[in-house]
């Protein structure tokens, strides 16, 4: 389980690092080429950017998940509530999350499968739309999957091997 889990969470930042990295490449050949005379921009960046900005955000909300770096307001459950209530309403609150997370995992699969099924390509290159609304349930079920943990084990059992062998 933790050598799978650590592959997993290895490929999602290899592919967080691949998106920003192509984005970032390509968004300063694209500006090059409009700025330069003679020279013809590529069509389909704007685009292509967008939805690749989509994956990357899907799929570092779930290793934010994992860090437990999302914004977080408890200063008022803290202070009203005692100890074994905050425990109880964070408990509701992931179960909560791992609920949406499914509807979403759903809702987002469905309409990823109807766009690939239908063949809706994208506007300004030959490439099929439900690869972009993939990121969808991909990142959900990712950042269910962290939620799942963080509510069975309380803490990541995994984030201090993962910090120690990345830095």
Known sequence: ????????????KVLIIAILAFMTGAGAVQVFLRYTPGLVSFPWYNEIATHLFVWMVFLAASSCVREKAHFNIDFFVLKLFNANQVTVIK??????????????????TLRTVYHLRVGTMLQNAPILRGWFYLAIPVGSLLMFFEY??????????????TA???A
Request: charged fraction near 10%; aromatic fraction near 12%; proline fraction near 2%.
């Open 91 to 108: 408990t509701v609150t992931a179960l909560v999350i791992l609920l949406f997370l499914a509807l979403i995992v759903y809702q987002g």
């Open 148 to 161: 799942l943990i963080l509510l069975m084990y309380k803490n990541h059992p995994f984030v201090a091997d």
């Open 1 to 12: 389980m933790k050598s799978l889990y650590l592959t997993m969470d290895f490929a999602r």
């Open 164 to 166: 120690t062998t990345t």
